[in-house]
């Protein structure tokens, strides 16, 4: 039971935040409208994972400090379950711009942004499976972890303000919560973006669990030939 | 002024071969291979990152510019890197020049600068590409072996922007001459080839450093570069428009202070990341 309460937790929240996304009060504005409520689902999974990417940079930190090869699986598979999220982001940000400002896939620097972070990530991937030996793999992609981590915030959320952008926050148009973020959002929209690191946490942590038993059967399997 | 540097380098180089060399080199692979045989993924605490522990001692200046001689001595030794380099841009932009086969004042400004940074950042991947991949594995050994990694970090992304800001200058003056010069500003634009050239070799030698441990490093490199690079680009382009349409400088330090925060991250992080990298 000490170790399930957060999955249950999670599952709680995201249906909490399914339901009143769907039908709880929001407020009405223009061109908007109801699609509001993507608010719920795109932001969230954003800041999630943005959430995510910091914890995977923190292990990979923690993996050259330390050379616990665990760190380096930590680190992989929140990254990936990170992937997963912005990739969501990317397709319920789209449905939202459709709808909104009549494109699925705007001139937007944030969107542009976002594609690129998510190719240096898959990047990341690319070069994990390059390796052979799993002590050069972790240290070598731990170090470009750190570096892409590095270059992702910058792409995100400080070249977009720069200049002129659609999204709120950027090129003179005002953030999210200076007026329209009232407190029937921020009931729903807290909780989301919890919920939602739970759960990538969930998708990584079973993940984790793979590759360790893996690990453990090889290394079996190595001792067996041996013997 | 030149005789400590090449009496340093001298050391540097009458040992590149020593007797005593090969057989470190040996006894130093046999220990990992034994160290990887004999416990497998429980050995974690003995091959961890020990950059420091290996070598206290402070890098210094003398160190950085030992490091640096010795890259322009071994460049100038093989011309045909550089000069491969050389023709490199010079036979792109007569590629680009004949295939858009425009007379020049059709090509709109926008154009001929984007075509420009896009030559430019290819020709900066192939350059940098090889800046570790070029040297043998025992030279690298021993080099890791005589001076810290900050200092081999630090000389290399120093080579790497004098080289880079050597090729694009060479490249602009040929582009310039090729496909007209619509640059007003010439000041600023020398400054945004400056910083770019300076930005582009900061971040693609930790990369090729990385690319290097890997066996299809051409592929990787490109595949981690290019979406690493793609900010510092989008600011160069934007810096060098400005520098093309002539506007006044105050327009331009938003860019300018943005280009070297940029540089300046990647180098520190190169600096603190580079001990881990280099002993894989």
């Known amino acids: ?227 | 002024m030149c005789l400590p540097f090449a009496k340093s380098f001298k050391n540097l180089t009458v040992l590149l071969f020593p007797s005593g060399f090969v057989s470190y080199f040996c006894s130093a692979k046999r220990s990992t291979e034994a160290g990887k045989s004999d416990a497998g993924y429980i050995t974690t605490a003995n091959r961890k990152p020990k950059a420091e522990s290996r070598r206290p001692a402070p890098i210094t200046l003398n160190e950085i510019k030992t490091l640096i001689w010795k890259e322009v001595t071994l460049e100038w030794r093989q011309k045909y890197a550089l000069s491969g380099m050389l023709l490199y841009v010079v036979s792109t932009v007569f590629v680009c020049y004949l295939s858009f086969n425009l007379r020049r004042n059709q090509l709109t400004p926008i154009v001929w600068n984007t075509l420009f940074w896009i030559i430019l950042l290819f020709t900066a991947v192939n350059a940098i590409a090889k800046s570790f991949s070029q040297e043998r594995h025992g030279r690298l050994l021993y080099y890791y072996n005589l001076c810290s990694p900050q200092a081999i970090i630090i000389s290399k992304i120093i080579y790497n922007s004098l080289v880079m800001a050597v090729l694009s200058a060479l490249g602009f003056v040929f582009y310039a001459f090729v496909m007209g010069n619509p640059v007003q500003d010439n000041g600023l634009f020398t400054i945004c080839i400056l910083l770019a050239s300076t930005g582009f070799a900061s971040v693609l030698t930790l990369i090729a450093g990385i690319a290097s441990k890997a066996d299809n490093s051409a592929t990787l490199m490109a595949v981690l570069s290019f979406p690493i690079i793609l900010p510092m680009l989008l600011m160069t382009i934007r810096l060098a428009k400005n520098a093309l349409d002539g506007l006044d400088w105050s327009v331009s330090t938003d860019e300018i202070t943005t280009l070297l925060s940029i540089d300046l991250i990647v180098i520190t992080l190169s600096y603190l990341l580079f001990p881990y990298l280099w002993r894989s």
């Open chain 1, 1 to 227: 039971m000490r170790k399930i309460w957060w999955k249950i937790l999670c599952v709680v929240i995201i249906f909490y935040v399914i339901i009143m996304g769907f039908i709880g009060p929001v407020p009405r504005l223009a061109i908007i409208n109801e699609s509001i409520r993507n608010t719920y689902f795109h932001v969230a999974l954003w800041l999630a994972m943005t959430t995510l990417l910091l914890l995977s940079m923190v292990f990979s930190i923690r993996y050259l400090v330390k050379g616990n090869i665990k760190d380096d699986d930590i680190a992989s598979e929140v990254a990936k379950a990170a992937i997963f999220f912005g990739i969501l982001g990317c397709l319920t940000g789209s449905v939202w711009a459709n709808y909104t400002w009549g494109d699925p896939w705007p001139n937007d620097p944030k969107l542009n942004g976002a594609a690129v972070g998510i190719l240096i990530y898959l990047a990341y991937l690319l070069l994990r499976s390059s390796f052979e030996d799993e002590q050069r793999r972790a240290r070598i992609s731990s170090v470009y972890n750190i570096f892409a981590f590095a270059v992702f915030i910058p792409i995100i959320y400080i070249l977009p303000r720069l200049t002129d952008s659609l999204h709120p926050g950027s090129g003179g148009n005002s953030t999210f919560g200076s007026y329209d973020f009232d407190n029937n959002i921020r009931r729903v929209f807290y909780p989301a973006v919890i919920g939602y690191i739970l759960l990538g946490l969930w998708i990584a942590e079973l993940r984790i669990r793979i590759k360790q038993i893996n690990r453990v059967r090889e290394e079996a399997l190595i001792e067996s030939g041996k013997l």
